[in-house]
């Protein structure tokens, strides 16, 4: 089965400086990425994911994700924070599932973003 | 709009009564989940739904049922069986399933809150 590692459970950033928030996974081929927001008290929405083609995948707000075969990683990034990026976010990988299709999502346990001035 | 609606969104349990979530679509999706959200780790699944009349159990299911008796709607119950019912429930949805179709983006309702007093 796979699994979903996300590197630090907190992360704190200045305003205007980088996001680096961390995802691995287990090897499995082929893999279907994504990362989710979840601002409090609110459901998931999807930020960006890979499926296939170009490994540096663009996203909602700024943010973006190099999927790294050789590495199983899957980072989100954004150049510079704003304090609206103050959320969790959750990496997530499909497995195989549903009528032969990888479509079951396996979520990381989240890292929680702070933004401060 | 189109979208994912779940009530309530507040929820309290006493001990032996069951519960039941209602989750409500209208983006003519095929398949629908339920995970359950706590803090640290990250989403689990309950159960999941590709097709009116069939659901399959996931990776949490016990304590827990479920009916899907029309395509818009998956109402979750949570049964006096389930002896640790606090967290936050979420609904979600996407197309498919279609047989070898892989990596569909799953949409996310806004959550319950359910508490055991």
């Known amino acids: 089965a796979q699994s979903v590692t996300q590197l630090g459970s907190h992360v704190s950033v200045s305003e205007g400086a980088l996001v680096l928030l961390r995802c691995n996974y287990s090897?499995?081929?082929?893999?279907?990425l994504f990362w989710y927001v979840q601002y409090p008290n609110q459901g998931l929405q999807l930020l960006l994911k890979y499926t296939t083609g170009a490994t540096l995948v663009k996203g909602i707000n700024g943010f973006e994700a190099e999927f790294k075969k050789s590495e199983t990683s899957f980072h989100l990034t954004k150049p510079s924070a704003h304090m609206s990026d103050a959320a969790e976010y959750f990496c997530?990988?499909?497995?195989?599932?549903?009528?032969?299709?990888?479509?079951?999502?396996?979520f990381g346990a989240g890292t929680r973003l702070a933004v401060h001035p | 709009d189109g979208g994912i609606t779940q009530s309530p969104k507040y929820l309290f349990r006493k001990e032996g009564q069951n519960v039941t979530l209602s989750c409500e679509q209208n983006l003519n999706h095929d398949a629908m989940y339920w995970y359950r959200q706590d803090p640290g780790q990250g989403l689990r699944l309950i159960y999941y739904?590709?097709?009116?009349?069939?659901?399959q159990k996931g990776d949490i299911a016990e304590g827990y049922s479920v009916s899907r008796e029309k395509k818009e709607s998956f109402p979750l119950t949570v049964t006096s069986a389930q002896k640790n019912p606090t967290a936050f429930y979420l609904c979600?949805?996407?197309?498919?399933?279609?047989?070898?179709?892989?990596?569909?983006?799953?949409?996310f309702g806004e959550g319950s809150w359910l508490t055991v007093v």
């Open positions: 997530a990988v499909s497995e195989k599932g549903f009528s032969g299709g990888y479509n079951k999502l396996i």
């Open positions: 739904s590709q097709i009116v009349n069939d659901f």
């Open positions: 979600a949805s996407s197309i498919g399933p279609r047989q070898g179709v892989s990596g569909n983006t799953i949409y």
């Open positions: 090897s499995s081929v082929p893999p279907y």
